[in-house]
């Protein structure tokens, strides 16, 4: 368990942490020389039960609040010290404050140096004490009259922290293992060592770990969890990691020791934020602050969220706007001081770490931070989902949660949702988004049908923009692949339709095609141009180009070349003799493919460059390698 201390400058936290554990937290020269914390110091002791307990010493002086924010950040339990003969200080209050922002709900009072004074006044700070945490996280916390010189009352404390201790269930050990890094130093014989608490996850010896946001990759020498020797370390504990590969300029207090070097930072955090009750006046849109996130500190400015300013003792939704990117997840708690980081103004935590780039403040953005400001995942997800028409995107969410893949897969079948698209371009739907959304798909391919009954069916980018909604590339090609899987809809190269729909040509355009066809099928390695067709067949050329045309517009011809079609079958063929040759050569060249494909040189140009266009092969130099598959660019279509 990690106790922090919290209250006024010379209140006598140190020296109770020494009370507590026989051990002097006060670790710098400067401290010791001053008589005061100027920083984090740390203290462990053996319980009687058996369990490790760890005490952060935070500074308490009001220009070091930084250090002491840097401290208390996911820690088990606050210890507020009170001095009896000067009762609660502004520092006291601040860090109350600031305690019941961050949601740290379990805690104890000591209530120190009684020996210096009167019962009466023992009783008198303690009604103040009593009043002053009426109405925060730490309304229920016991008092304990403690004095660290006669040793009156440790005992009792020592003995209710050994309770508490056991009601401390560990944290949840899920995610990727994430470390608040707060102090970084060199050890002889040792080499670089970095402390802080570990958020979540695991971490063992021997393994990798990348600072977020960077390439930077260190190996772990060894590890110690609560000042012990350990193979591993996990959320909750408090760690010293002993790190290879890495130099001390490399890292600084305040970054992410982290698993998964897909660990970001981030300048936009969506949160949630509470206006401290006490504070001067509401909190104003983009007011400028001071923004503490584990152990770091960064400038930056408040946008408030569907509201002008937010008042004393409330909570809105907000968006902190960063000067420099900080490490995050969902949940992670912080704090905002004023611009001159003296005065604190509030603090919550964070959403969402994947704003829009527009429209932060729509009703319809609101809906979803509220969907998914929630710690239960599943239901996080499942809200957002009701809510997102056309999908969520999946890898931001998962980021933003800090879910490794099995807790992925868990969270997606608990959720029932569909995935769409694949790596960084994942969404996520409910189910009944994606069956409308496939309904509407087949309704527009219909409407298509019912209007252009002498059409194969549309090209998928001209259905994709009939569909009168914007619906996100990665879903659309779902919707494709499904409905092509299950038989629904066919596809004929780049033509998608009906498995039943027939087109045919009409007048005049029927009556040339009769005549153009076996032209085509007579040689259909190298039909004729158009000029040759309308010679031969005694129309015009224009009447020839129409009715090809609309017999490509049909899925019945293919262009290839300003006066170049082919039929399907035919070109498909070439394509055949292309793919073969890859599988053979490994590339193809333009005069092999002339010989293999029976055709002239000019011929053989225009049907490489018409595969060139439609994808199936990219040229380099004289020679092109293939990049889709036949049946991606041609559909399954007829053999030739």
Not at 220 to 248: M, P, Y
Not at 374 to 396: I, M, Q
Request: hydrophobic share 45%; aromatic share 4%.
């Amino acid at each position: 368990m990690i106790i922090a201390t919290a209250g006024h400058i010379d209140h006598g936290k140190t020296l109770l942490v020494k009370a507590l554990t026989g051990t002097d937290a006060d670790r710098l020269p400067e401290e010791k020389k001053r008589g005061m914390t100027l920083d984090l110091g740390f203290a462990y002791t053996d319980l009687a039960n058996g369990a490790r307990l760890g005490f952060i010493d935070v500074p308490g002086h009001e220009r070091l609040v930084h250090n002491m924010l840097a401290g208390v950040t996911g820690i088990d339990c606050a210890l507020l010290v009170v001095a009896a003969d000067d009762g609660p200080m502004p520092q006291t209050r601040e860090h109350l404050a600031i305690l019941d922002i961050l949601g740290v709900s379990r805690g104890l009072v000591a209530l120190t140096k009684i020996d210096r004074v009167p019962a009466e006044r023992v009783q008198e700070v303690q009604n103040e004490i009593s009043e002053l945490l009426a109405d925060s996280s730490l309304a229920d916390a016991p008092i304990f009259p403690v004095s660290a010189i006669t040793n009156t009352g440790i005992d009792e404390l020592s003995a209710k922290i050994t309770a508490l201790s056991e009601e401390v269930h560990n944290k949840a050990e899920g995610g990727h293992f994430r470390l608040g890094v707060d102090r970084v130093f060199t050890v002889a014989g040792a080499g670089l060592v970095v402390t802080g608490t570990a958020f979540s996850g695991q971490v063992a010896r021997e393994d990798r770990l990348w600072i977020a946001g960077f390439d930077t990759q260190a190996r772990v020498r060894g590890i110690h969890a609560n000042n012990a020797d350990s193979q591993t370390g996990r959320a909750g504990d408090r760690l010293a990691i002993n790190l290879a590969g890495i130099d001390k300029d490399d890292i600084a207090r305040g970054d992410w020791l982290v698993a998964d070097p897909s660990l970001q930072l981030y300048k936009k955090l969506d949160v949630r934020l509470r206006v401290v009750a006490d504070a001067r006046r509401p909190l104003r849109h983009w007011t400028p602050v001071h923004a503490h996130l584990g152990a770091k500190n960064v400038p930056g400015r408040v946008a408030v969220l569907g509201a002008e300013n937010i008042e004393p003792g409330q909570s809105a939704l907000a968006q902190l706007v960063l000067d420099e990117a900080v490490g995050a997840c969902a949940h992670d708690r912080f704090v905002i001081r004023d611009q001159s980081a003296q005065v604190t103004l509030g603090g919550g935590h964070v959403i969402d770490l994947f704003p829009p780039r527009r429209g932060r403040a729509r009703a319809d953005r609101l809906a979803v931070l509220n969907a998914l400001d929630t710690p239960d995942h599943t239901s996080a997800l499942t809200k957002t989902l009701a809510l997102s028409d056309t999908g969520f995107p999946l890898n931001a969410f998962l980021a933003t949660r800090n879910l490794n893949d099995k807790e992925a897969a868990a969270l997606l079948a608990d959720a029932g949702a569909i995935i769409a698209g694949d790596n960084a371009d994942r969404l996520a739907l409910s189910p009944a988004a994606w069956e409308a959304r496939r309904a509407e798909f087949l309704k527009a391919l219909d409407a298509f049908h019912t209007n252009n009954p002498d059409r194969l069916g549309p090209a998928a980018s001209q259905l994709r923009r009939s569909l009168g909604r914007f619906v996100p590339e990665p879903l659309f090609d779902a919707l494709v692949t499904a409905s092509v899987s299950d038989c629904t809809v066919a596809s004929d190269g780049m033509l998608l339709h009906r498995p039943n729909h027939q087109p045919g040509l009409t007048g005049d355009d029927a009556k040339h095609w009769a005549l153009l066809l076996p032209m085509l099928e007579e040689t259909p390695e190298a039909p004729p141009v158009v000029h040759d067709l309308a010679a031969e067949t005694g129309l015009t050329v224009g009447a020839v180009m129409k009715t090809m045309r609309q017999a490509v517009r049909m899925g019945m011809a293919v262009q290839i070349a300003g006066n170049r079609f082919f039929t399907p079958v035919a070109l498909r063929a070439h394509a055949k003799v292309f793919v073969k040759m890859i599988e053979t050569d490994g590339t193809v060249g333009v005069s092999d493919f002339r010989k293999s494909a029976g055709i002239g040189r000019n011929l053989a140009v225009e049907v490489l460059e018409y595969f060139d266009r439609v994808k199936l092969s990219q040229r380099d130099g004289n020679i092109r390698h293939q990049v889709k598959s036949l049946e991606d660019v041609f559909g399954a279509g007829p053999e030739a």
